[in-house]
């Protein structure tokens, strides 16, 4: 009897699933604390569906790679990416464009960060005094956290990172690279230069600890990626709202949240470099 | 005076060869705490652990019925898978290929099909049921050989051996498989659980952030809630419900994929041919990538999972020794015990990768917190299966101090068995070490995420490949080395 | 059925001879007792009579060699599994038909199991067990019948009874025994086998009880 009575409320726990319209899907890399991004892009997804007045659904992915294959398996039809995961995502699916990039992705920057106890003091000269150091990237599919500071180091230093280091170690993510860094894990690491002001500016990283040391070029990074099919799926004309959409927001909150102080728009062409660099260190194949 | 040829002497000269193994491997590994302050992180996840916060998980009801539709779903396929191969038993290519199906672990599983299902339910059911078909049909496949053969033989002649099976042959170790499924069941709770560090959203998806982020109530409370799930089993497992639950499983996490078409082709024709291959090139080129995968990746890949491995066996085995008092009758008091068999409860319900994974993040990136986290989860059961086999010994002497107890009657007496739990979880610590790579230690899964990430999938297979005859390799030595020791092979220790 | 010849032969279980050089003819229609003493090699040769004549024996091994977990109904069953077709079998053993409940239960009534149909064999007693293995052989409806010590945990009353009632069924019959009296009550002839060959052939009716004891020396 008990046993009954169980499968009848099983079943009825079941029946409140039912399926609505298709909606819109996009995913984002997972380059800081995974509670900021879900706040963030739940945010971008409501937006978005006021905007344009169907479903949209933010699908959170625990690893950079993930984000990409999300994409070229169309679970997702855009994505939020990185310089690096966006080269990669257009080469898996051809027809893919870049629609809009931050501001300030057009000059994006790592920024090396070193414990106290590695004892290298900030200068604008790449700081060679890092050799023999641990050092931690950040994901493996970063750019700022793996594919431009590998670039420097091997430039620099003339050899690959797991000779140069005592130890080498990928935290996974920005934040967590901070919090490695800080609890003195690894000496020296490579972090993504708007997580770290965000992070000064929180008060959630101890700078008399911690400090940056030095800061790469620029180079163009994070910018939305969309599907080529997206139009047969969501009707023609849809690519270009929801670009329009993106370079339109002006919402703060959202906006701060990035951080970024506007969108503008952003092409395949302009990835280029990060395509050159990426083949050069080998992290692309030919 | 003549040689000593004793029992004990072979024993003592095999726990020898692995201590000392394992001793250079301690040599070999990096053991620092590079952690500046392990002690702070310590106390901030143990006020964590007593301060659970189950408000702070959203979605927490979906991730837990998804952890349990997975589960469900995964037994199910396995079962079912496993039973098949069984019946072809005696083929020595089915052992084979079960074998190798189950030295892949479900987290590898589950980063391929990502690949060519997506992230969807069914990539989690086939990441569980495929490695679990290969258990169960090894399992099965054992109880049926060892099951009697005289009902089979005492049928009238010419009745056909599909009525010979159902009638005859099934119903001898029908019992046998229920207790195994419900067995098998709890241990795909947790890899259920684990599938969420790659993306799927079950428990593991929230403890991976919770962990990950610092937030130690939230994720103690997830914990705790995956504990209870477990501790329960016996409650809700029951026999008439199965069916039902199998039902809503389904239709909870209804088995499909969110690849699109062709996605097992474009995987199978493009992804993983070796990137030489692909572009065109012959086999000169090809021997070159592979020669080349081999020293950069595969080797210290190997070295590193074998060092990790064989440490962890040492200290699994030092672990157990002396733990397994704690679960046996012939040492301590009553509530002494229950308190003991707790601790070991909780312990042996935490997925060693998860156990790996806070460790990491409270002791700092290097090899200790890998082994640390193996030899515990390990060396606690070896220890409760080995206190739970002494129950069947009678002591013939009172001695009365505990130590002279421990060292004359009771541990000559399960020093065999201990030795059989101990060479039957090496395969299953080997095919764990590999996966701690996941996490940053460099054993091969190490290099296996590193293929995933750059997505040179030609890379990730050929490594995996590689874990695959890693396992069979040792899978064949603890065998033999049973065999020489004349061990029995307990069943319940897999 | 043909007879059963045996010119010279030597049976073997595993590497041992059991029976060498053996003799022996066995005529349709023949209700045959095999005496020794344990080791002697009665077992050997009922398989081997088994081995010769698959699909003509209503089998009953020593170890009964039933299926624990089923019900005697069942295992009565089995003795007629290659009389159907695969899918009934199957169905009967999820669910028995109206048809084969009756006919086993009569069987089962006659069996003194009627009580104990649905019962699983291993929560039997010794005795039910050996009459629902003899159920079996007897459900199976086939000429000769093969049975090692199959009333041995009967007290005599009831073996009697049912030794009597299983050789009305069947034409031939070949059954080991350590039970010398029902040998000469029971049969039609006599064969003691010991020391590795036959000691001893004749018709029951020529036979007493001190003949027998030579056997066991």
Redesign the interface.
């Known amino acids: 009897m008990r046993a009954r009575q169980c499968a009848l409320l099983v079943l009825v726990l079941l029946t409140g699933t039912a399926a609505g319209a298709e909606p819109f899907t996009f995913t984002a890399i997972p380059d800081q604390n995974e509670s900021r991004l879900m706040s963030l892009f739940g945010k971008v997804a409501d937006y978005l569906q006021k905007r344009l007045d169907t479903p949209v659904r933010y699908v959170p992915v625990k690893s950079y790679a993930a984000a990409v294959t999300a994409f070229r398996n169309n679970e997702v039809q855009m994505a939020w990416f990185g310089g690096l995961s966006g080269v990669q995502a257009r080469r898996m699916v051809p027809d893919s464009r870049a629609l809009a990039q931050g501001a300030e992705d057009r000059h994006f920057r790592t920024y090396f960060i070193a414990h106290e106890k590695a004892d290298v003091e900030p200068a604008d000269e790449f700081p060679e005094a890092i050799a023999g150091e641990t050092f931690t990237f950040g994901s493996k599919g970063s750019t700022s956290g793996r594919l431009m500071p590998e670039f420097y180091i091997r430039q620099e230093l003339g050899a690959p990172p797991e000779e140069v280091f005592e130890r080498v170690g990928f935290s996974g993510d920005h934040s967590r690279t901070i919090a490695l860094i800080d609890s003195g894990a690894y000496a020296v690491g490579a972090v993504n230069f708007k997580v770290w002001q965000t992070a000064v500016e929180e008060g959630r990283v101890n700078t008399d600890r911690v400090q940056v040391i030095w800061k790469t070029p620029p180079y163009p990074d994070y910018h939305w990626v969309m599907r080529g099919d997206a139009d047969e799926r969501f009707g023609s004309g849809f690519t270009a709202r929801v670009r329009d959409i993106l370079l339109k927001l002006e919402d703060k909150e959202i906006l701060q949240a990035f951080p970024r102080s506007e969108f503008v728009p952003a092409s395949n062409a302009d990835y280029q470099p990060i395509r050159r660099t990426a083949h050069q260190i080998g992290l692309l194949a030919e | 005076m003549s040689a000593v040829v004793t029992t004990a002497g072979h024993w003592r000269r095999a726990t020898l060869l692995l201590a000392l193994a394992g001793l250079v491997a301690f040599a070999l590994a990096d053991l620092s705490i590079s952690r500046g302050t392990p002690g702070a992180e310590l106390q901030r996840l143990a006020q964590g652990l007593i301060t659970p916060d189950f408000t702070a998980t959203d979605a927490l009801g979906e991730a837990l019925a998804t952890t349990l539709a997975f589960a469900f779903q995964g037994v199910a396929l396995g079962a079912a898978g496993g039973f098949t191969l069984a019946l072809l038993w005696h083929r020595p290519g089915v052992r084979f290929f079960a074998a190798s199906i189950r030295a892949v672990h479900e987290l590898f599983w589950g980063l391929i099909f990502l690949q060519i299902t997506g992230l969807s339910p069914l990539t989690g059911v086939l990441a569980i049921g495929l490695p679990y078909a290969g258990i169960f049909a090894k399992v099965f496949g054992e109880f049926l050989e060892e099951a009697d053969p005289k009902p089979a033989d005492a049928l009238p002649g010419g009745t056909n051996p599909v009525t010979t099976f159902f009638t005859a042959r099934l119903p001898l170790v029908w019992d046998q498989f229920r207790a195994y499924g419900a067995y098998r069941l709890e241990c795909a709770l947790r890899a259920a659980a684990i599938l969420g560090f790659i993306g799927l959203p079950t428990l593991g998806f929230h403890m991976e952030t919770a962990f990950r982020e610092g937030g130690y109530s939230q994720g103690a409370a997830l914990l705790y809630i995956f504990f209870a799930l477990i501790g329960t089993q016996r409650l809700w497992l029951h026999r008439r419900l199965v069916p039902v639950y199998l039902l809503a499983a389904v239709l909870w996490a209804p088995p499909l994929s969110s690849g699109p078409d062709g996605a097992l082709k474009r995987f199978l024709t493009t992804d993983i041919v070796p990137a030489p291959l692909r572009d065109g090139g012959g086999w000169a080129e090809s021997g070159t990538w592979l020669a080349e995968l081999g020293t950069q990746q595969a080797l210290p890949g190997v070295a590193n999972t074998l060092v990790v491995a064989l440490a962890a066996l040492l200290l699994t085995g030092v672990l157990a020794l002396a733990l397994f008092p704690l679960a046996s009758p012939h040492f301590g008091h009553r509530p002494g015990r229950a308190l003991a068999h707790l601790a070991l409860v909780m312990v042996r319900t935490t997925p060693e990768f998860l156990l790996a994974f806070v460790l990491l993040i409270v002791l700092g990136p290097s090899m200790l917190p890998g082994i640390l986290a193996l030899a515990l989860h390990t060396g606690v059961i070896v220890a409760y299966l080995t206190g739970r086999f002494s129950e069947s010994i009678r002591p013939q002497r009172g001695y009365s101090q505990a130590l002279t107890r421990y060292g004359y009657e009771i541990l000559p007496r399960v020093y065999p068995n201990f030795l059989a739990f101990l060479l039957y979880r090496f395969e299953i610590i080997i095919r764990e070490t590999a996966v701690l790579g996941l996490l940053g230690i460099p054993t091969l899964g190490f290099y296996i995420d590193s293929g995933f990430a750059e997505f040179r999938f030609d890379r990730a297979l050929v490594l995996i490949i590689i874990t695959v005859m890693m396992n069979l390799a040792v899978d064949a030595f603890s065998r033999i080395l049973r065999r020489r020791l004349r061990l029995q092979t307990p069943a319940t220790a897999y | 059925m043909s007879a059963f010849r045996f010119r010279g032969e030597t049976l073997w279980r595993g590497p041992t001879a059991v029976l060498s050089d053996l003799h022996l003819e066995l005529n349709p229609g023949e209700k045959v007792a095999l005496l020794g003493p344990s080791g002697a090699g009665k077992t050997s040769l009922l398989e081997a009579l088994?081995a010769r004549a698959?699909?003509d024996?209503?089998?009953c091994?020593q170890?009964?060699?039933?299926?624990?977990?089923?019900s005697v109904f069942?295992n009565i069953y089995?003795?007629?599994?290659?009389r159907y077709g695969?899918l009934y079998?199957?169905l009967n053993?999820i669910r028995p038909t109206t048809y084969q409940q009756r006919q086993v239960g009569e069987l089962a009534s006659e069996l003194g199991l009627v009580d104990k149909l649905r019962v699983s064999v291993d929560r039997l007693s010794g005795g039910q067990v050996q009459r629902t293995a003899l159920g079996?052989a007897l459900y199976?409806e086939?000429p000769v019948l093969l049975a090692d010590e199959p009333v041995s945990s009967l007290d005599e009353e009831q073996a009697r009874a049912l030794l009597q009632l299983t050789l009305s069924r069947h034409d031939t019959a070949v059954v080991a025994l350590h039970q010398q009296e029902q040998a000469l009550t029971c049969f039609d002839r006599v064969i003691g086998l010991a020391r590795g060959c036959v000691q001893l052939d004749a018709p029951a009716g020529q036979l007493r009880r001190h003949d027998l004891t030579d056997l066991y020396q």
């Not at chain 3, 089995?78 to 290659?82: Q, R, V, Y």
């Open positions: 088994r698959l699909r024996t209503a089998w091994p170890n009964p060699a039933l299926v624990p977990a089923l069942h089995m003795g007629a599994l290659e695969t079998n199957l053993l079996r199976s086939r």
